[in-house]
């Protein structure tokens, strides 16, 4: 499943075009959902990856993920200061984005100071989740991912 780099990189005029034009309609969603504020996404993306890391999700459905039934998280810490050093983005911006999350009743935060993304935030986004989905159908389609070009 995984997208070998040699091939990408043997067949990069190919993979290319198709990138760069699925990536801009997946930015375009992700900006709309997020008020125009990508470092909000991206805020809230690297909490969701505290709280569901990758190895929880190698045997899931979109419909399992998205499911609220799904709720065997291994939630890990994550505090203000691990996203500005994860992000890059400073520590007083994470703090009024983390505070803007909670607003909206997209994060939840608790009295340990653990940041979790709430249910509210998978239905709502859900829209941001299907572009992403369909960013990596376009690129799974591609003539370098199907062997078309060879």
Do not use: W
Request: charged share 20%; proline share 4%; hydrophobic share 40%.
């Amino acid at each position: 499943m995984p997208f070998s780099s040699e091939k990408i990189i043997s067949h990069f005029g190919h993979i290319f075009p198709t990138h760069v034009e699925a990536l801009c309609e997946l930015l375009i969603v992700l900006r709309q959902q997020f008020f125009g504020d990508l470092d909000l996404m991206l805020i809230l993306a690297i909490i969701g990856s505290r709280a569901l890391p990758a190895r929880q999700t190698s045997n899931m459905s979109y419909a399992e993920f998205i499911s609220s039934k799904a709720k065997n998280r291994a939630d890990q810490p994550i505090n203000i200061q691990s996203i500005a050093e994860c992000s890059g983005i400073a520590r007083e911006t994470v703090r009024r984005k983390v505070h803007k999350l909670a607003e909206l009743g997209f994060i939840a935060r608790h009295s340990n100071g653990m940041l979790t993304v709430t249910d509210k935030a998978i239905s709502q986004l859900a829209p941001a989740t299907e572009a992403s989905l369909q960013y990596l159908i376009a690129l799974g389609s591609s003539p370098t991912t199907t062997e078309k070009s060879n």
